[in-house]
């Protein structure tokens, strides 16, 4: 089953800053940019931030 978490909660609204920061991080790095979908940004970064909660990981969500 798999675990539900509260996007509106202050933990997760915390780990999602988190994450866009990783994200951003990560796509400078290794000269990358984000998708021009923001919807599709959104949604890995949430299923990001998800992952991390949840595993401890941010394991990607595809």
Same mark, same amino acid.
């Given at each position: 089953m798999i675990a539900?978490?509260?996007i509106n909660s202050i933990e997760f609204k915390?780990?999602?800053e988190n994450t866009k920061k990783f994200t951003?991080?990560?796509l400078e790095k290794h000269? /990358?940019?984000f998708n021009p979908d923001f919807e599709v940004v959104e949604s890995i970064e949430m299923g990001l931030t998800r992952n991390? /909660?949840?595993y401890g990981k941010k394991y990607c969500p595809c």
């Open positions: 539900k978490i509260d915390n780990e999602l951003k991080d990560v000269n /990358l940019v991390q /909660l949840i």
